[in-house]
């Protein structure tokens, strides 16, 4: 008996909030797999990353070179941007932009599947608590 109710557990704890999980999946997977969000989202994370490597990042190795002469920040140019100390790649924030882009498309798809089976982890979890009850087994509530 005790192992079937470790067994169990995790399956309960799944199920408890299954209700409203449902119905707010079902939302978040409809928002993560519309296509204009998903561009929405790689937009701005294609704009943000190529924003960073623009960045100039000169006035901080001046800093730092003035409190450690021997780091390498001292042989920064002082107009050096993180994209120039990163080794430019000037694709890096569309390539970026298109992993968000599948990212968003896969957490979409896991959202939709979790929406799909809800219902029947609920129905698992209550079946399992009726058996439970009929072996005498007192189930968590």
Do not use: C, F
Request: glycine residues 6%; aromatic residues 2%; negative net charge.
């Amino acid at each position: 008996m005790p192992r079937r109710a470790l067994i169990a557990l995790p399956l309960l704890a799944l199920a408890a909030p299954v209700p409203a999980a449902a119905s707010e999946m079902q939302g978040v997977a409809a928002t993560l797999n519309d296509p204009v969000t998903q561009d929405r989202v790689a937009d701005t994370v294609t704009a943000v990353v190529g924003a960073l490597m623009q960045m100039q990042v000169g006035p901080l190795a001046r800093a730092v070179a003035h409190i450690d002469p021997e780091s390498d920040a001292a042989h920064i140019p002082s107009d050096a941007t993180l994209g120039d100390i990163s080794g430019r790649d000037p694709d890096y924030a569309n390539r970026m932009g298109d992993d968000v882009r599948a990212g968003t498309r896969m957490a979409g798809n896991a959202a939709a599947a979790l929406a799909a089976y809800a219902p029947v982890l609920k129905d698992m979890a209550r079946d399992l608590a009726a058996q439970w009850d009929r072996d005498g087994v007192a189930a968590p509530r």
